[in-house]
Every structure is written in C-alpha cells, then in structure tokens.
C-alpha cells in the first residue's frame, strides 16, 4: 500500500499556524513499516538520569543505535530531544562546586564569601552550557554507526514568520537529502519561561512551548510519515497509571479524548500527558502517525523503536480510522466473561451446545464448502501454498461428516468434565477437602490453513467450559469465518455467544503472544516453524505443543514382512505432511540384504517416496541414495531418511538423540524387546505394531485434539478434553482456624482419604 501525503498550506494567525488541509495518515499499526521520513520525539524523563543531573548515556547508546540503522536502511530520521538543561545542570555544578572548594581555600576564615545554592540555578544557563556538550554526545554516538549528525536550535518565533520557516523547512530538505540526521531541540537559552496551559491552543493550532509541540510542529511541516514521542510511560492509559483499573490503550481515536483522566506529568520536562495528546492529535490531524511509547524500560529500549516501526504493539498508536468491529483485547473480555457462563451450565447444556454444532456441520455442508471452493480456488490461482496445505486446507463431506462423529464424541465426554472430584480427604471433624476439575481459562490456538481445526477445537473448549480465542490463516479465511458463525449458532442455545472468539484483525501473532494478562494458554496449530515462532514470542504465557513431529519406525531383526510393509507404508504414505508420518526407517543391520529389505525399498518407491540415506547405511552399499543432510529433519512429504543399527538398545538411543519425542514405532514379533522399547522410550507416544498415524485425538477416542504435545508437565501426547482442564481445591470448613491444630490446639488433623463418589449430603458429621 503506497500512502500519498497532501501538501500542507499553514497561514499566519494571530502569531500561530492553522492547517488548512492535511495529508492520510497510517490506518493500521502494520502499515507502519512503510514509513520514510521519522521524527523521533525524546522526553526529558527518556534522556536524563534518574537524578535529573547528567545523561541516561546507556539508554541514549541504545536509542542511537536503532536510529541509525534505521537510517541506514534508507529512511529519513530526525531527532527532537531534551537534555541539555540537564547536560548543562551538571556541568554548572561541577564548576561551581570546584569554584565553591577553590575559593574556601584562597579565604580560609573570612566569612564574606556568599554560598551559591545548587538549588537556584537558572534553566536557560544550563540549557546554554549544556548544548555544546550534548550535541558532541550525539556526535560521537552517531559516528560509531558512520552516521552523520546536524544540530538545529528553534524557537517560537522561527514558525511565526514565514521566510524564518521556509528556510528551517529548506534547511532540513537539504539535510535529509545529504543522508544527515537532523537533531532538533528548542533554544532553551534564549526562551521564555513556559506559560501555564499554553502549550496548545486546540487542536487546529499550535505553539512551540515544550518538545511535544515542537515534535508534532516539526513533523507536519516535515511531512513526515511518523512521530514516535518516547516518554517515561508505557503509552496512553484510561486513567493515571498506577490505579487499580488502569489499562493501556492499544489505539487511540479522535473523540476518545473524553473518556480518559490525566494523571501528573513526568518527573521532568514542562510537558504533561495531555500536552503529548493534544500535540499527537494536532501531528494526526496534518497526516503524521504516532505513537506514544516508553523510552525508559530497560528492557524494551534497545528495541522499543524498531519495534513500533516494525509494527509491533507498542505503546499508544494514533488513527483516525476506528474498526467496525471489537478489538482483540475487547475480543478476550468478552469471551472471558461470557466462558465463566459456559463453565457454569450444567453438563448437559455444555453438552448440547456441541450435538448442535454437530448437526449444523452436516445441514450447512453446502453453504461450508461453498466457503471452502473460494479459500482453496484463491490459494490455487496464488500459486503459493505447497500441495501439502492445499490438502489441509480443503474439505470435503467426508471430512465434515467424521468431524461431526467427532464432535458427538466430545459432546459424550462433556458429561463428565467440569467439576469431577478427583481427590476429596477428611482433614479433621467437619472439614473436608476436595480437589475438582476446572477449565483453564482463556484459550489462544492460532492455527495455518487447517479449517477442520475451527469446530474441533471449539467443541474441545465448550466442553472443557474455556474461553476460546481463535486466530486462522488468512488461506482459509472464508470458511473460518463460516463456520466460526455456525460455532455462535450453536452457542446461542443458552446464551454464550462470546465465548468463542475469531480474531479477523490485522493482529500480528506476535502482539497477540504478549496478552500475558489475558490469555492462559497458547495453542498453535501448524508447521514447526509457526510454533517455534509462537514459543519464542510467547511472553509469559504457556505454550502447548510441540515444534517438530521426527516420528521413527525402528524394524526389528524379528519383525514380521507382512506387518512391515503395511505399517511403513501407512506410517509414511497415509497422509505425509501430517505431524505424526513417520520421518525416519530405522533397520535392523541384519535385516540388510534380504527379501524383506529389498520388499521395503520396492514399496517405498512405488509409493515415489524419496531416500535420504543415513551415514551408516550409506556405508553398506555401493550405490545409495542422497545422503541426508540432518537426521534431525522433518520432511512432511513422500521423502524419509533410512538408517541402520545394531540393535533395539541402539535404536532407542537413536531416537533419543534425533527424535523429537513425538511419536516412535517398533515393529517385531519378539514381545520381550517390544517391552523394553515401549519402557525405554521417552517419547509421548510409543507403539509396538501399529502405524505412527494413530497418535491421534480421533484415534485414540478423544473426539478431537486441540494438538499433540511433547511437554513433560500438564499435557501430554494427543491433547484433548482432559488436557484442557486444571485443578482447584475446595476445602468446607465450620470456623476452623489453623490455631486449632497448634501444640495447644484443641482438634488434630485426620486425613482420611474419602471415595469421590460419595456424596456430602451437608458434609457435617452427626456425631
């Protein structure tokens, strides 16, 4: 998308500048990649100490640094900063301190001497003894990154008179065009003390009273594409930061100005919160973008602005483009609330909401696959998907009717979900405590071109009583959206419409990763790739899954030919790009050079299945095939590697270093090995006869799976109902306090184990 700026007209009005027409700003946060030319606004708060006495130098470093590689990559950056007041403070101190020492000594005992007061010293003074040492900062920071530097000093007065503008607008065309980045600051020594409540006139006018006004004056007279203004917030927030319900705001229209309370300003600058939001509506309104962030938090700093140029969710973003429909973080609230309902139905109702959806599946068929021809038809003419994804991403009537037995499956299971007591114990006389089951909360999958995944996983967290929040490939977006209202539908059934979410946003996965406050659990669903990405983006929120399915078959020296041939052929061939398709052959050395090996090899390239030769097998034969480049891969197409090994000792430790710890197969006829593989092995999944493909939620009888995980705590394996349920303890008491169990207490603890079944009939005893 190519964003076209107006030319901008200001007249002279009453010593200010009004804007007569204005150029398109950014719609969305994505979009901010594109732009060219970028005024950086530093606060105060972002460049001075915490003591307000010197340079934050490592901060600055860090902010320095993003500029000029963003500058290096073609983009014109400018810098609005503060500082030299602070600069200039120290060092007056510094000398006054050292006159102060000088002199003490020269007139030891005369008292005619008067104290300077550190306290007292004038601003301009120090703005003036502090630019020369700032600017020289600035220089010898830029030029470790082979960036050149320019200082400009204004004033108010340079935006009142029209030819003192258009030579600064000349000024710093030329500067721009000379790859120079211009460092703007106010000419605090020459000013005027700043006026209460002056900083801006509304916000069709402005005047230059502090560096937030200057940055959006600047920007728009620029025609810049983005002004990021770093303070020492996170951003724009419904009420002062620090109270209980103060929430960021992600995005920040016109007309919302309204509905939010400022706190104090920072704890430098002349500049309050309101004055940077009126100055960011002034820059929006003359076709600049901005965002408000953080300049100060040590540990987003060193990235902070690339992040926002990169579109990342950062800080507050200014539009003037608000969203027909709910934001994401609205999304989640809703479902949030409206899940607690779903967990409080009765199993029934939760269980009739998905014999619904399972009736819809099979009478909307037409209108699914209608959906289903458009998704798939686009991604064949885009020529971009890999046949694998176009098989994931088609359906068809027997795919919608094995989801529907699916989903009955689940609405089965649903009975007896929620609220099952797994442990209850008398502790003492009337007081008993029971540990029950209880949904997680708030449920993220994002899952690729798989739309069977939609119904699936709903049905899994209907059941389960979860909040679910869906993020589909845009490959599939037609009939997510299609059966995510089909998903409503049946919901409304008792009026738990929003408990099931789909994010239809431009919400990057990555931004969505980091609703560490909102979210519980992260569920996603596609190639390695997308869930390493997800794992490592994940900001303290966990991740169920696993990144690679490398599943084994390890053919034993007494392994029957029949079984062989079938289970390798369907643990490759049945449906290759599927997660639990077997990887890696593992044979048997003695196996080599027999019906049975040259049985396997002729099936495998009937079935035009490609080998990759492991090191060992290579060496036993004259002429082998490709040898592999990693036995650590996962092919998700008709190619495997083949390997060979002494023995099943030796297999098993194979897997254990080359395997994901997926799913691994043994087949052999000698039961005694087939035990101590099955014991050995530390994958999720392990089989003895049986083909890799029945690591299924499905299979397993399940219903469905929301993935298969290869975690070592919470979930293991094929993830269905149980794995998305937690625990809590339940303890009903009668006034017992921990004082009555002390050495001079007058009860003891009796902790009997109780059945679960029995039920409490009031719980207390008569006795």
């Not at 009537?397 to 989903?407: D, E, M």
């Not at 014991?679 to 999720?684: C, K, P, R, V, W």
Request: aromatic share 4%; hydrophobic share 40%.
């Amino acid at each position: 998308m190519c964003i076209q700026k107006k030319s901008l007209c200001c007249c002279h009005l009453s010593g200010q500048h009004r804007i007569l027409a204005h150029g398109s700003s950014f719609a969305h946060r994505g979009e901010l990649r594109l732009a060219k030319r970028i005024v950086v606004k530093l606060g105060s708060a972002v460049v001075t100490r915490g003591d307000e006495c010197g340079l934050a130098l490592g901060r600055l470093a860090s902010i320095v640094e993003q500029v000029a590689m963003l500058q290096n990559q073609g983009r014109e950056m400018m810098i609005v900063t503060s500082g030299a007041v602070a600069f200039g403070k120290q060092r007056l101190r510094h000398e006054i301190l050292l006159s102060q020492s000088v002199r003490q000594a020269l007139h030891s005992g005369h008292n005619q001497l008067k104290d300077m007061s550190l306290s007292v010293l004038e601003a301009r003074a120090c703005a003036a003894a502090g630019q020369s040492g700032l600017m020289a900062l600035y220089e010898a920071m830029f030029t470790q990154y082979s960036t050149c530097t320019a200082q400009i000093l204004v004033t108010n007065l340079d935006f009142h008179d029209d030819q003192k503008r258009q030579n600064l607008n000349s000024t710093l065309q030329e500067l721009l065009r000379m790859n120079i980045v211009p460092i703007i600051n106010t000419n605090d020594a020459v000013v005027p003390p700043p006026e209460p409540n002056s900083d801006l006139q509304g916000v069709n006018v402005i005047s230059i009273k502090d560096n937030d006004s200057l940055a959006a004056r600047l920007a728009v007279e620029m025609k810049a594409d983005l002004l990021i203004a770093l303070s020492d917030v996170e951003g724009l927030y419904n009420s002062p930061p620090g109270t209980d319900d103060a929430k960021l705001i992600d995005i920040f229209y016109p007309g919302d100005q309204q509905s939010i309370t400022y706190g104090t300003k920072s704890r430098v600058g002349i500049g309050g919160m309101e004055a940077k939001v009126k100055a960011a509506l002034w820059a929006l309104q003359g076709g600049t973008s901005v965002v408000i962030a953080n300049g100060t938090n040590p540990k987003v700093t060193g990235h902070v602005i690339t992040d926002i140029v990169e579109g990342k969710k950062v800080g507050t973003f200014f539009s003037e483009i608000k969203p027909a429909g709910p934001t994401v973080e609205q999304q989640t609230e809703m479902a949030r609330n409206s899940g607690r309902t779903l967990a409080s139905l009765h199993p029934d109702q939760r269980s009739e909401i998905i014999c619904h959806l399972a009736d819809l599946l099979t009478e909307k068929k037409d209108e699914i696959l209608a959906a289903n021809k458009m998704d798939t038809d686009l991604a064949v003419n885009a020529g971009r998907l890999p046949t694998a994804m176009l098989k994931r991403l088609s359906l068809s009537p027997s795919k919608l009717n094995s989801l529907a037995i699916g989903l009955r499956q689940i609405a089965e299971a649903a009975q007896d979900s929620v609220g099952r007591v797994l442990r209850r114990t008398r502790v003492a006389h009337n007081l008993e405590l029971e540990q029950i089951t209880v949904p997680i909360g708030v449920l993220l999958v994002i899952f690729e071109a798989r739309p069977d995944c939609l119904p699936q996983v709903s049905a899994l967290s209907i059941a389960s009583g979860n909040a679910l929040l869906l993020k589909g490939g845009k490959e599939a977006a037609n009939t997510n959206r299609v059966l995510h209202q089909l998903v409503q539908e049946a919901l409304s059934m008792h009026g738990v419409t929003e408990a099931v979410q789909l994010v239809s946003t431009r919400e990057e996965v990555g931004d969505l990763c980091r609703l560490d406050k909102m979210i519980d659990l992260i569920i996603p669903r596609g190639s390695s790739q997308l869930v390493r990405d997800i794992q490592r983006a994940a900001k303290g929120i966990p991740v169920l899954g696993h990144s690679e399915g490398i599943c084994h078959v390890y053919v034993d020296a007494e392994a029957s030919i029949d079984k062989v041939i079938k289970i390798v052929r369907d643990s490759k061939c049945d449906y290759p790009a599927a997660c639990n398709a077997m990887e890696t052959l593992l044979i048997h050395r003695d196996i080599l050079r027999t019906p049975l090996f040259d049985q396997i090899i002729d099936m495998l390239r009937t079935e035009r299945v490609k080998i990759h030769a492991g090191p060992r097998f290579t060496s036993y034969l004259t002429f082998s095939p490709s040898e592999a480049k990693s036995l650590r891969t996962e092919y998700s197409d008709l190619e495997c590697c083949m390997e060979v090994v002494d023995s099943m000792h030796e297999a098993v430790d194979h897997i254990h270093k080359y395997g994901s710890s997926h799913t691994d197969v043994i087949i052999t006829e000698n039961e005694d090995t087939a035990e101590q593989f099955l014991q050995q092995l530390d994958s999720a999944c392990v089989f003895w006869n049986a083909s890799s493909r029945f690591a299924d939620g499905y299979r397993f009888g399940l219903g469905a799976e929301v993935g298969i995980s290869t975690a070592r705590i919470h979930a293991r394996g094929p993830v269905g109902l149980e794995g998305l349920l937690t625990t809590k303890w339940v303890l009903r008491g009668d006034g017992h306090t921990a004082a009555d169990f002390s050495e001079h207490g007058t009860m003891k603890f009796l902790h009997e184990n109780l059945p679960v079944g029995q039920p409490l009939a009031g719980h207390r005893d008569s006795n």
